[in-house]
């Protein structure tokens, strides 16, 4: 695949779908849309404004795609379940994403910072942050309580009580909301199918402030 460039893509690179002129390279915040850094009109690098070029390079797709059945069910379940607390605006977002079926994601990209891909053919190459850090969640826990207490926490979900609620939440942003509802789901199928799931996902929208014509989230 083309190398992803993405988030070195920023400002002023136009979206192709809703002409956006704040558009990522991975993906667009006013549409929504997952993209491609060459889909991006006029695409130049955030950090010299040069035009960006596009070459070949070999990355790790996760097949999100082939986990849509799964992720379904266990969204369904929690969901619907009498103690949840998701929102009405996460819930429909979730949902407009599973009809339309979920899309592989690279996880990898050319960098010289990271975590390195633990696999000879892709030694050059680092796991890409937002896959890489819902295993945050793991060993954070494991740093704290030890490879017993860490089995504890998130093999048995209604022994443990979080925030004394026994439920799992997390708050995410606009921005965020895609991967952590879909990927950090999906990879807990594939990596710990016996782990816990988050029960609660709170999506929000952007917390916006201006400052000399300056907007920042």
Known sequence: MQEPLRRSVSRLRICPHCKFRD???DQ?????????A?????PNCHL??????VKQSKHILLDLDKLTGEVERNFDAVTSAEDSQWSANAIAIVKSWLKKGLEKRCITRDLKWGTPVPLAEF???VVYVWFDAPIVYLSMTKALLGD???????KTPDEVDLAHSKRATAVVNRDKRRLASQRNRSEIVVKIIQYSFLRNVLFDM???C?????LFR
């Open 23 to 25: 558009a990522r390279g």
């Open 28 to 36: 667009c915040d006013g549409c929504g849309k997952l993209l491609d």
């Open 38 to 42: 060459v889909e991006l009109v006029e």
């Open 48 to 53: 010299c404004q040069k035009t960006l070029k």
């Open 123 to 125: 030694a050059c190459k």
């Open 148 to 154: 017993e207490g860490m089995e504890k926490w998130w």
């Open 206 to 208: 952007e917390i916006v």
């Open 210 to 214: 201006e400052d000399d014509d300056e």
